[in-house]
């Protein structure tokens, strides 16, 4: 049997208006969608979770055995619970660029990884002899250390700015109720130039 047809005809002009309705109401609803990305926060991009306890036993092949045992014995930033509390600059280029011009100094990029903080500054080129360093508390500055930086060579990175790059491994037994945060100092031609994180510092 045929499809019965409709018995209300529409006019074009109601068709095209309907259309008009239905578009704009679909262009008013329409949310705006943001993705954000683990790497820019910090996180890893994998996690490995291994379950070592069964109710029965099972037949495991020797290698499957051995492979299990040296992943449970890696250490992961999950277990001491260490996570970066900034999002980091270079996500938002222009604000980092400007950031830059204005302080002559800016973290560019941080990230944990196992036991260490890891990262880049980005420094303007104001003149040949340069010094960066890291100042780093763990007891909420109740005392401090300055971690050097070292000089990266970056092809791609211009003639008027330089990169540097740190690597600090974080202590053990650092108290939960304290704070861990940094601040990068940028000294050249008799200045020294901060970036605290516009005041509030960077924290882990």
């Not at 910090?42 to 306890?53: C, D, I, P, R, Y």
């Not at 036991?115 to 040949?128: D, I, Q, W």
Request: glycine share 4%; with cysteine.
């Amino acid at each position: 049997s045929k499809p019965l047809r409709p018995c209300i005809q529409l006019s074009s002009k109601t068709e095209l208006n309907g259309a008009e309705e239905a578009a704009n109401s679909f262009t008013h609803n329409k949310v705006k969608k943001r993705v954000s990305f683990a790497d820019s926060r910090g996180f890893a991009l994998t996690m490995v979770k291994v379950f070592s306890e069964f109710d029965d036993p099972l037949d495991i092949p020797f290698n499957i055995t051995e492979l299990i045992d040296n992943i449970v014995g890696l250490t992961t930033v999950e277990k001491d619970s260490f996570v970066l509390d900034f999002v980091q600059p270079s996500v938002d280029y222009l604000d980092f660029r400007n950031r830059l011009e204005t302080d002559c100094v800016c973290l560019e990029n941080c990230v944990l990884k196992e036991r260490s903080v890891v990262g880049t500054v980005k420094v303007k080129n104001l003149a040949f002899e340069k010094t960066v360093k890291i100042r780093m508390t763990f007891d909420t500055w109740k005392s401090f250390v300055d971690y050097p930086c070292q000089y990266v060579k970056d092809t791609y990175g211009g003639l008027d700015r330089d990169t540097f790059s740190f690597d600090i491994s974080l202590p053990e037994g650092i108290q939960s109720h304290e704070r861990v945060e940094f601040a990068i100092s940028f000294e050249c031609s008799g200045k020294v130039y901060w970036d605290n994180n516009r005041g509030t510092n960077y924290r882990i």
